[in-house]
């Protein structure tokens, strides 16, 4: 059974950095997808960076250039470095996995089978 738990997330002022964790549990596969998705309240979630386990990754383009998606495959955890944080990145962080290699640039809520509980980013202007 797969499991993901995030954390890492946490009141920060504008321009500041945060960063997020993932424990991936169950994946059993040699070569999976992990993603990081956010929810604002009020609005869809979004894909905000995607990853395999072969080291491709895809970014959304109003993270570009500030955030960093990485793994640390000995610790079975997926990262997210958050830079220069903006009011409008406040939401809800959550981290998503699929047992194939292959979604790690598609950002739809479908694209991804197993979700984490969510972690809450607030940055402050």
């Known amino acids: 059974q797969v499991h993901l738990v995030e954390s890492g997330g946490g009141s920060v002022q504008a321009g500041e950095s945060l960063r997020l964790s993932c424990v991936v549990s169950g994946m059993t596969s040699s070569g999976y997808s992990l993603a990081w998705f956010r929810q604002a309240p009020g609005k869809e979630r979004e894909g905000v960076a995607g990853q395999n386990t072969y080291g491709n990754a895809a970014y959304a383009d109003s993270v570009k250039g500030r955030f960093t998606i990485s793994q640390d495959n000995a610790k079975s955890t997926l990262y997210l470095q958050m830079d220069s944080l903006r009011p409008e990145d406040t939401a809800i962080y959550y981290c998503?996995?699929?047992?194939?290699?292959?979604?790690?640039?598609?950002?739809?809520?479908?694209?991804?089978?197993?979700w984490g509980q969510g972690t809450q980013v607030t940055v402050s202007s």
């Open positions: 998503a996995a699929h047992r194939s290699p292959h979604r790690w640039k598609r950002f739809g809520r479908n694209d991804y089978a197993y």
